[in-house]
């Protein structure tokens, strides 16, 4: 069995990657559990405090993954969060295409219900795409939101991460101010509306039409306007503009294909104090050479044991000759 990150965590499958690191199903031997762990280098002083400002967040709501722990193994450190094992409302989106509106107006109302508790905290998310809006596996039943991904995210009146004028966030999704002013939730809002399009149509945020026939088309143009003083001003204030068109129950199963939120992860090992196979965190080459070397053992195994099997075929032969 592989040494476990910093004597905590035991990384399985790698569920996520991004310019600041790499997300991996784990095993918390601390606290006997499993959750996602966000791996990180401390190869620059930025990313070194982007990982204290995450360690810090400590927003307590359904429908948020904080980072809850943390440890530090040589030159990586590693956030741990919640686990959520229904991957994003990017692969939802992949897996069945646009859709139906009342589903989206749930998955928004979730979001934005998250996002009024991040703002309440005093921080702007600045990154609000489908990859960071997770969901438990709920099947075609009503969907279940947790924002993730804090690592671009900054405090109201604290020191920038990043210089005026460089970009943040993914583009398509990031409001126009974002890296030129103060950050403010209608930030926030513009990523909303333009994830909630981006549902309704399937499209890429650049693909986006201007007229669309779902009811939610005027209120997500609204959000995604260009002039923040034409955004609602608040994530209480969105949701309540969204409120008259969310349902009570769950009309998309009419649809000839509803929405279904699958398992993404692996089951968890049937004894959690002794997980199977868990991984380190190595150079991409070597843990491909690794590969390659089991993979050449295997494929001699296999030919010793058919070598072994027609020998012993041609002496029963002989004997029975």
């Known amino acids: 069995m592989a040494n476990p990150f910093a004597g905590r965590y035991d990384l399985h499958e790698q569920i996520g990657s991004g310019g600041m690191g790499s997300v991996w199903r784990a095993y918390d031997r601390k606290h006997d559990t499993w959750v996602a762990v966000k791996v990180l280098t401390q ?13 810090s967040l400590r927003v307590r709501h359904p429908h948020v993954v904080a980072p809850h722990g943390w440890a530090a193994d040589d030159d990586h450190i590693a956030l741990s969060m919640d686990l959520v094992r229904g991957g994003s409302a990017a692969t939802l989106l992949g897996d069945h295409g646009p859709l139906p509106e009342s589903y ?11 996002l009024a508790a991040i703002h309440r905290a005093g921080v702007v998310h600045r990154d609000i795409k489908p990859a960071n809006i997770l969901l438990e596996p709920t099947a075609s039943d009503r969907p279940y939101v947790r924002v993730s991904d804090f690592g671009v995210a900054t405090r ?36 909303v509306g333009v994830v909630g399009r981006v549902l309704l149509t399937g499209l890429d945020p650049d693909q986006l039409p201007d ?40 009309p998309w199963l009419g649809d000839p294909e509803p929405p279904y ?26 843990d491909s050479d690794t590969g390659n070397r089991q993979t050449t053992l295997r494929v001699v195994m296999a030919a010793s044991f058919a070598l072994a099997a027609i020998l012993l075929v041609i002496v029963l032969v002989l004997l029975l000759v």
Request: glycine fraction near 8%; proline fraction near 11%.
């Open 43 to 55: 190869s620059e002083a930025g990313t070194l405090l982007r990982f204290v400002r995450e360690q």
């Open 104 to 114: 989206v107006a749930v998955v928004l109302d979730q979001l934005l219900d998250g």
């Open 156 to 191: 109201v009146g604290e020191p920038r991460l990043t210089e005026r004028g460089h970009k943040v966030g993914t583009p398509g999704y990031v409001a126009p101010e974002a890296a030129s002013a103060d950050p403010a939730p209608p930030a926030d809002l513009y990523g």
């Open 211 to 250: 007229r669309h026939p779902s009811r939610l088309w005027p209120l997500l143009q609204q959000l995604s306007a260009t002039d923040p003083a034409a955004r609602p001003q608040s994530a209480e204030a969105a949701r309540g503009l969204l409120a008259r068109f969310v349902p009570t129950g769950q």
């Open 261 to 286: 939120v699958f398992e993404q992860l692996t089951q968890d090992a049937d004894d959690p104090a002794h997980p199977a196979h868990p991984a380190t965190v190595v150079d991409a080459d070597t």
